[in-house]
C-alpha cells in the first residue's frame, strides 16, 4: 500500500490524507477485496502519525463502507465492486 502524507498541506487534516489515500488504493484495485489492511500502530508507524490520525481514517473508511472490522482480527478491504458502476 503507497500513501504520501504531506504534513506541511494545509488543505487537509492527515487523517483525511489517510483515508482519500486507502480509499484511491481500493477504488484502483491496489488493495483487493477482503485484504487485510495494517493494524493501526503499524501504520502509524510506517507513516510517521499518531495513531489517532489512522484511527480516524480507518473509521470514516468503516463508515463509508469500503472497509470492515473482524474483532480481535483488524480491518479488512470490503468487496465493493457491486457498488461500483
Known amino acids: ?15 483525511q490524507q489517510i ?3 486507502i480509499k484511491e488504493n481500493i477504488l484502483t484495485g491496489k488493495l ?3 485484504e487485510k ?3 493501526k500502530r503499524s501504520l502509524a508507524e510506517q507513516l510517521n502519525v499518531s495513531i489517532n490520525s489512522v484511527s480516524f481514517g480507518y473509521e470514516q473508511l468503516l463508515a463509508e ?4 472490522t473482524i474483532e480481535r482480527s483488524g480491518y479488512f478491504v470490503e ?6 458502476e
Open 32 to 34: 483487493k477485496s477482503n
Open 65 to 68: 463502507g469500503y472497509i470492515y
Open 79 to 84: 468487496n465493493i465492486t457491486e457498488f461500483i
Open 1 to 15: 500500500m503507497f500513501i504520501l502524507i504531506d504534513k506541511q498541506r494545509d488543505s487537509n487534516y492527515i487523517y
Open 37 to 39: 489492511l495494517p493494524s
Open 19 to 21: 483515508y482519500e489515500g
